[in-house]
């Protein structure tokens, strides 16, 4: 029912706004996308794309169907900023249901054991915070990760054995506990790469009658919050009202951590041209520190659009890792 809800609104501002002409505009940005339960993040991707009429809409990691809350997606240029945005971490408000172990890790899979669950609120809360920090955990099998080009849960539909790989995952911040006599919920922040229901599985075996994740939420990817975010019928309304500036969020401000640097006349068409004038490299000298930055943005003067990234690689000194044309 949401898919088929959401499929209609868009498509009928998608009609709405062929009419008007209004769909060749080429749209180049982030939109910070609140994700329904149920709705797979190809399925959003898909519709964001039919909103822009655009084939260029990435996202910044996806959400599981049974998972809600924020999707960064990136369109037009944009998308060459993800690999950049997906280092950041994330936050999440999870619940985990006591005595409960499944194939998948969480409450839509296949029941592999079910135990009686007869501990107190302050031993399941104590297990949980000391399971905070870096842990070494193995990838859940229905997972989008690959092993020789397939993919994991692929393996796992047709039911071949597989070793799963192990990966360093870090969990920190838990806070805003809830409990009853069978479940938790609390929210958390974790690394890139860190797998949610991987920690709940974790936690379960330490508690001694498994745990399966219930229902989880993504309430930040840094440096953006879900009260940033925004439905897609929303979007798609907004979009037809021809307001989506009010929505989709320029390039320039991606990446706040990025020190910034302006360019104009010859330094600009240089850098566009791919190359680090003598004027970019003295002002890259004097404001990057090796080290504690990442990278530096560089912005037009004229336009204050985001033309690029300049990084820093050992026996090379500045590169260009981005130029972005629009």
């Known amino acids: ?16 706004n062929s009419s008007k002409g209004s769909m060749t505009e080429p749209f180049h940005g ?7 339960a149920g709705l797979t993040s190809h399925d959003l991707v898909d519709q964001v794309r039919r909103v822009f009429h655009t084939k260029s809409v990435g996202h910044c990691g996806t959400l599981d169907p049974m998972a809600s809350g924020l999707m960064v997606l990136l369109i ?9 945005i997906l280092e950041q971490d994330k936050a999440y408000r999870l619940r985990a249901q006591l005595g409960l172990v499944t194939d998948t890790l969480d409450t839509t899979g296949v029941i592999l054991k079910t135990e009686k669950v007869d501990l107190s609120e302050d031993k399941v809360r104590e297990t949980a915070i000391c399971l905070q920090g870096e ?22 539909r047709k039911g071949e054995a597989i070793e799963a790989p192990v990966r360093m995952m ?3 911040d838990f806070k805003n506990f809830k409990q009853g006599t069978d479940w938790i919920e609390f ?51 907004c979009f037809a009202r021809g307001e ?11 990446l706040p951590n990025y020190k910034f640097i302006r360019l104009s006349g010859l330094d600009e068409t240089l850098f566009s041209n791919g190359q680090i004038s003598y004027g970019l490299k003295s002002q890259l000298i004097s404001i990057f520190k090796p080290g504690l930055d990442e990278g530096v ?9 985001l033309m690029g990234l300049v990084g820093i690689e050992s026996g090379k000194g500045f590169v260009i890792r981005r130029v972005f044309k629009y």
């Open 30 to 36: 982030l939109l910070l996308v609140r994700k329904q």
């Open 135 to 156: 842990l070494t955990l193995p990838v859940p099998m229905y997972s989008a990760v690959k092993i020789g080009g397939i993919r994991m849960h692929e393996f796992a």
């Open 76 to 84: 037009g240029e944009a998308t060459k900023l993800s690999n950049y």
């Open 1 to 16: 029912m949401i898919n088929q809800t959401a499929n209609k609104i868009v498509s009928k501002n998608i009609e709405e």
């Open 187 to 237: 929210d958390m922040g974790c690394s890139k790469g860190s797998y949610v229901r991987a920690w709940i599985h974790e936690f379960g075996q330490k508690l001694g009658c498994g745990a399966a994740m219930s229902a989880l939420e993504r309430t930040g990817s840094a440096p953006y919050s879900i009260t940033q975010a925004h439905t897609i019928e929303e979007i798609s309304e």
């Open 297 to 305: 943005k560089v912005l037009s003067r004229s336009t204050g659009k």
């Open 170 to 172: 870090r969990f920190y």
């Open 244 to 254: 989506i500036s009010e929505y989709l969020l320029p390039m320039e401000v991606a």
